[in-house]
């Protein structure tokens, strides 16, 4: 079993049907208005319809409530929240009641950071480092290898800098059991080029590791 990937802040259908024909295992849409990568409702719902019906299809998150985000799930199509705010178990455990599965984001850099993920429980975690105003899509490399074994509660997804050319070294020095790509596969913000999600699951799927991954995505 190979390291999952996920592409992330797609913004077009018929590039989210590629990624999955490309081999990717999951793509997310960002419901948070500040990033230029999000989508509203109707863009949204298209995403998610031009996807094979059991495709994994994450909406990404920033403090939103349980009915903003159970909303998105109905109207759009989404089956998981990515929660990369300050949400409480509470809402974590509501929403996974209600069938989303929930990955919950933790930061090198700031709160929430690695030490509140001994707090927490939901599917999994994403370990990334945050930008100057974005929670996400920052392309802002960070040392990957102390995120290496900070989560035996959860599966855990890294993500934070990452693209084709440095994907292989990310996998080896973190041994994530999925990987979280944006801006390091786009042409521009929002915009992603398919020559290099092509060469970043390439280069992902024929990393040799010597551990077996969880499932972060299903």
Known sequence: ??????????????????????????????????SPRFVIDDLALE???????????????VNDTYEFIMNKAEKCGITMAQLHGHE?????????????????????????DFKAMTEYSAKACLVECAG??????????????????????MPLALAGGLDPENVSQAILDAMPDALDVSSGVEASPGVKDMDKV????QNATQTGIDYQPRKVFS
């Open 1 to 34: 079993m190979n390291v999952q990937i996920k592409i992330c802040g797609l913004t077009d259908p018929d590039h989210a049907a590629e990624c999955f024909e490309l081999g990717a295992d999951a793509i997310g849409l960002v419901f948070y208005p500040p």
């Open 198 to 201: 092509k060469r970043f699951i």
């Open 88 to 112: 409480s178990q509470e809402l974590a455990d509501r929403l996974e009641k209600a069938g989303i599965g929930v990955i919950k984001a933790f930061f090198a850099n700031r709160s929430p």
């Open 132 to 153: 100057e105003k974005l929670p996400g899509g920052n392309a802002k490399a960070w040392a990957w290898r102390t995120a290496r074994g900070i989560s035996e509660r």
């Open 47 to 61: 995403i998610c319809q031009a996807l094979p019906k059991k495709a994994p299809k994450v909406g990404v998150f």
